[in-house]
């Protein structure tokens, strides 16, 4: 049976990459950090829907150790994974000049450190058995930048840079490398936007709306699977058009 493993997928995006994943007869191993109680709520559900086996894993990914050892204990148990998905990510929206040294550092640790970490865990083994796909969640705002969110977007534009060179770096080794860069998207990580805010940019968007979970979820498995099999370094735009 193939596996993945999905960082940060206790919420959101990443709960939701893991339901299309178990409905396409995947395992799934299941990261989060902070939500343990919503990681075994979901894996319970995937395990009576799906009739798949789910691995719960807690680890901070912005922590290099952790991130390896979770992955390493993963595949003791698994083996290699088909797929990687880089999920896991943190937002804060401040000026510039109030961003302070240790809040840049946390975010990049997270957003990008993670994606670094959990690619050096797997690929070794990937790189053996010469085959395998890794999807990173990067973002919009990675690609066009935002003001008031510049760590942020420095974090994704670094998961851009990172995914594009890891997939020529690893293409001789069958194995893809590509990113997906969400619009705006209805998770907790918009949830500190009024809903006016929230409004105005459904109708900023072309197709007039917000994005849901399972819009990403849907592109990131399509960049997963043999669909995309000659499609590597690439970044998908899923936004409705804002862009
Ligand atoms: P979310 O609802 O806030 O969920 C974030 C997920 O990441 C949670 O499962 C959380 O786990 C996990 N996480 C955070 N820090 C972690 C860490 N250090 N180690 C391991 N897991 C960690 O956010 P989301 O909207 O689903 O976002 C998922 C990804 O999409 C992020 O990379 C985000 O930047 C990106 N994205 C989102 C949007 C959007 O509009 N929502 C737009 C563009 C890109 P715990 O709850 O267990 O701590």
Same mark, same amino acid.
């Given at each position: 049976?193939?596996?993945?493993?999905?960082? @940060?997928?206790?919420?959101?995006i990443?709960?939701?990459?893991?339901?299309?994943?178990?409905?396409?007869?995947?395992?799934?191993?299941?990261?989060?950090?902070?939500?343990?109680?919503?990681?075994?709520?979901?894996?319970?559900?995937?395990?009576?829907?799906?009739?798949?086996?789910?691995?719960?894993?807690?680890?901070?990914?912005?922590?290099?150790?952790?991130?390896?050892?979770?992955?390493?204990?993963?595949?003791?148990?698994? @083996?290699?994974?088909?797929?990687?998905?880089?999920?896991?990510?943190?937002?804060?929206?401040?000026?510039?000049?109030?961003?302070?040294?240790?809040?840049?550092?946390?975010?990049?640790?997270?957003?990008?450190?993670?994606?670094?970490?959990?690619?050096?865990?797997?690929?070794?083994?990937?790189?053996?058995?010469?085959?395998?796909?890794?999807?990173?969640?990067s973002s919009m705002w990675g690609v066009s930048g935002a003001s008031?969110?510049?760590?942020?977007?420095?974090?994704?534009?670094?998961?851009?840079?990172?995914?594009?060179?890891?997939?020529?770096?690893? @293409?001789?080794?069958?194995?893809?490398?590509?990113?997906v860069a969400p619009g705006v998207i209805d998770t907790?990580?918009n @949830?500190?936007l009024?809903q006016e805010t929230l409004n105005g940019l459904a109708e900023e968007t072309p197709l007039s709306r917000l994005g849901t979970p399972e819009d990403i979820a849907r592109a990131?498995?399509f960049?997963?699977?043999?669909?995309?099999?000659?499609?590597?370094?690439q970044v998908l735009t899923v936004d409705g058009g804002i862009l």
């Open positions: 049976m193939p596996y993945v493993i999905i960082t @940060g997928a206790s919420r959101g990443g709960a939701a990459t893991a339901k299309v994943f178990a409905q396409k007869g995947y395992d799934i191993v299941l990261n989060y950090c902070h939500s343990q109680q919503k990681a075994e709520d979901l894996a319970a559900f995937l395990r009576k829907e799906y009739h798949v086996q789910v691995l719960p894993m807690q680890a901070d990914v912005s922590n290099p150790k952790e991130a390896e050892t979770f992955i390493r204990s993963a595949m003791v148990v698994w @083996g290699t994974p088909s797929v990687l998905v880089n999920n896991a990510g943190i937002a804060q929206q401040k000026l510039f000049t109030d961003i302070t040294w240790e809040e840049y550092q946390t975010m990049m640790n997270t957003n990008a450190g993670g994606v670094f970490s959990c690619c050096k865990a797997v690929l070794p083994a990937m790189i053996h058995v010469k085959k395998g796909a890794i999807v990173n969640v008031c969110e510049v760590h942020y977007s420095a974090s994704k534009a670094a998961v851009i840079g990172l995914t594009k060179a890891l997939a020529k770096e690893v @293409g001789p080794s069958g194995i893809t490398v590509n990113c907790d990580m @949830g500190i009024s990131i498995y960049l997963a699977s043999a669909d995309a099999a000659f499609i590597t370094g």
